[in-house]
């Protein structure tokens, strides 16, 4: 029962702030900083355990037994486990501290430091879940928490929409992922990890006729259904194609939050349940090809679009999506570890550039936008290398944690078949274009000219200790996390599947070169661009308007879904109230009303205080009541 702390700890901190954070105030950071670090030790502790080669089962508490329905709340720890738990809790630890330097002053500040412990608390338990109910209340909570730390700046018009968009977008991929939960109830009875696993062998031949209601014919393997149906909830919570376009607009959120939620922690739940359920998803050769293809259009998109954006956090959030491409792509390819491995990596060296904006963000005033940046290097000295790190770690530069996990990914889809062999080219492109707007982000905002405005200039200095430590630990980690063996450490957990992607071949060094090459050709260039001719962006611009400006406007995928159910359902609705609202409802309000009025007015003719009226009205009764019976 001790690693029942581990969420609830973070759970205890939430509940003290949101009852008692109006008289904390300021010292929020007391209550939370140190409950996340408890949660970490003993996240390592079970790391430790886990890796001798034992699982931790710890039942909690059952919620409703009748029949065979059992919903019980419970933890399930093993290898997989144990990796999520080390990154969700150490990146929210390195969070807690940051934000005490980052949101300090805050009006906020108690609420944002409740929010993020009942968001790591949330995290905590979705991971750590041992059932598909369990693991869907909490990643609906998670959303829930997103919402909030989203539009914490709640008074901004910007942040309010970008929460509820966000909000919005993931109720779309989640009722799918229900409509996934009750197909598993259907067919197996249980939602339990233990019953349903051992149980899929034996029904591999289970079909559904989707066109039976119709009087026709389609049989669909029910694991495809099942598959599909709950990748539509990774799709919306790991912001895939087409469901990515909630994720940068949610950078209206602060900063550590960009950091915790939407790079380490709350996007690669999508990838983690598919890891999760990869016994099911390999008994679906067309689902594992769907999540394929999904990923590498995500992967390919997210990067273009972050070659022309301006905002610095939005640059990183693009990023982002297309990394998430990259993880997804793998599991579909059946290299569970290999995605999981470069899960892991990521969110070190994205949490360490999310953190890095941050700081930047804070010394120029709140200023995001790259265009009034540059010349920051030599004023920013911890900021600028630590990003430098990041930012390599991202390119794939040799030796730095992305580097490895990166070129995993691309190895073993090359030795997954043909469609993995098409891919791993889309990520060798992508892995050119992820060089290139990494270092034209390093080189826009700290090299060069200083584009900063006048009265901001000469009052640029690093920020505080508890802001620049995170940065240097997150550094790091950037490096080391490439060298811990993941995919070794994880194979365990998914040698019962199918994986596709165990052998590499003798064509991985090949791969491997190629990799290397696009990410030294991607800086290479992003030094030749905007370093040797900072001109050359412009005329480029100029030259290819119509690219740069589909790239600019995120290939119009939000206008394109303004068109076709923003604005059709604002229409409807206002429709509905003027005809339902206003005529029906309404209407049979006043109505009624009027009918009363109209009561009483008969009624004051009648009480008139005068007895002939009284003895007409009775007359009048006799008589109406006489002809009633008679007839």
């Known amino acids: 029962m001790l690693y029942a702390l581990i969420p609830l700890l973070p759970l205890a901190a939430f509940l003290v702030l949101g009852l008692g954070g109006s008289r904390i105030k300021d010292r929020a950071h007391l209550v939370a900083v140190p409950a996340v670090l408890l949660s970490l030790t003993l996240a390592l502790t079970a790391f430790f355990e886990v890796a001798s080669g034992s699982v931790i089962s710890v ?27 080390l990154l969700v809790t150490g990146v929210s630890s390195l969070v807690h501290i940051y934000t005490i330097g980052y949101m300090h002053g805050d009006s906020g500040y108690a609420r944002f430091f409740s929010y993020i412990a009942l968001f790591t608390f949330s995290m905590l338990m979705l991971v750590l879940a041992d059932n ?6 909490f990643w609906e909570a998670v959303g829930l928490c997103s919402y909030l730390l989203i539009g914490h700046w709640y008074e901004r018009a910007s942040a309010c929409a970008a929460a509820t968009k966000a909000f919005l977008v993931n109720r779309v991929g989640d009722f799918g992922f229900m409509l996934g939960l009750l197909l598993v109830w259907y067919h197996f009875g249980s939602l339990n990890y233990l019953d349903i696993f051992p149980a899929i062998h034996e029904a591999t031949d289970l079909t559904m006729n989707l066109l039976g209601p119709f009087g026709g014919v389609w049989d669909v393997s029910v694991f495809t259904l099942i598959a ?43 990838v983690f349940m598919v890891a999760r359920l990869a016994p099911i998803y390999n008994l679906s050769p067309t689902a594992m090809s ?8 995500t992967m390919l998109l997210g990067a273009t679009i972050a070659l022309t954006q301006t905002d610095i956090k939005r640059v990183v959030a693009y990023s982002t999506v297309s990394q998430l491409g990259y993880m997804i792509m793998a599991c579909g390819l059946g290299a569970y570890a290999s995605g999981m491995y470069h899960l892991l990596t990521h969110g070190a060296f994205k949490a360490l550039l ?28 911890i900021t ?45 492109l992508t892995a050119l274009l992820t060089a290139f707007y990494s270092f034209r982000l390093v080189f826009a905002t700290f090299w060069g000219p200083s584009h900063v405005e006048p009265h901001h200039a000469t009052h640029i200095q690093e920020p505080s200790r508890t802001m620049t430590t995170p940065l240097l630990i997150l550094a790091v980690f950037s490096v080391l996390t490439g060298y811990l063996g993941i995919p070794s450490f994880l194979e365990p957990v998914f040698s019962t599947g199918q994986d596709t992607a165990t052998q590499h071949g003798s064509d991985a060094l090949m791969i491997m070169l190629a990799a290397t090459a696009m990410g030294l050709l991607g800086i290479a260039s992003a030094y030749y661009v905007y370093v040797l001719n900072p001109d050359l962006p412009e005329r480029l611009a100029t030259r290819w308007k119509v690219l740069y400006q589909a790239s600019l406007n995120k290939w119009y995928v939000d206008e394109l879904y303004d068109y076709l159910f923003v604005r059709p359902t604002l229409k409807t609705a206002s429709e509905l109230w003027k005809r339902v609202d206003v005529e029906v409802i309404d209407g049979a309000v006043n109505g009624i ?7 009483g007015w008969l009624l004051r003719l009648i009480q008139s205080g005068q007895t002939q009226h009284y003895a007409l009205a009775m007359a009048l009764g006799i008589v109406v009541l006489t002809a009633y019976l008679l007839l």
């Open 59 to 85: 039942p909690l508490y059952t919620w409703l037994t009748s029949g065979d329905l059992d919903i019980h709340i419970g933890l399930h720890i093993d290898r997989l486990t144990a990796v999520m738990l």
């Open 228 to 270: 599909l149906l709950l990748f539509t909830g990774a799709v919306g919570k790991s912001a895939q194609v087409p469901l990515h376009v909630w994720l940068p607009d949610a950078m209206e959120g602060p900063t550590p939050i960009s950091a915790l939620i939407h790079a380490a922690t709350m996007v690669t739940a999508g």
């Open 593 to 599: 009303a009027r009918a009363i009025a109209w009561g």
């Open 354 to 381: 999310f953190l890095g904006c941050g700081s930047v963000i804070i010394a120029l005033h709140h200023e995001q936008d790259m265009r009034h940046m540059g010349g920051l290097k030599d004023k920013l000295p």
């Open 132 to 137: 598909l109910l369990q693991l869907f209340i």
């Open 290 to 297: 769907v999540v394929a293809v999904t990923g590498a259009v």
């Open 384 to 428: 600028y290398w630590t990003f430098v790190v990041g930012s390599l770690a991202l390119a794939g530069f040799p030796l730095t944690a992305g580097f490895f996990s990166k070129d995993d990914i691309l190895v073993s889809a090359w030795s997954s078949g043909t469609l993995g062999q098409v891919l791993s080219i889309l990520g060798l």
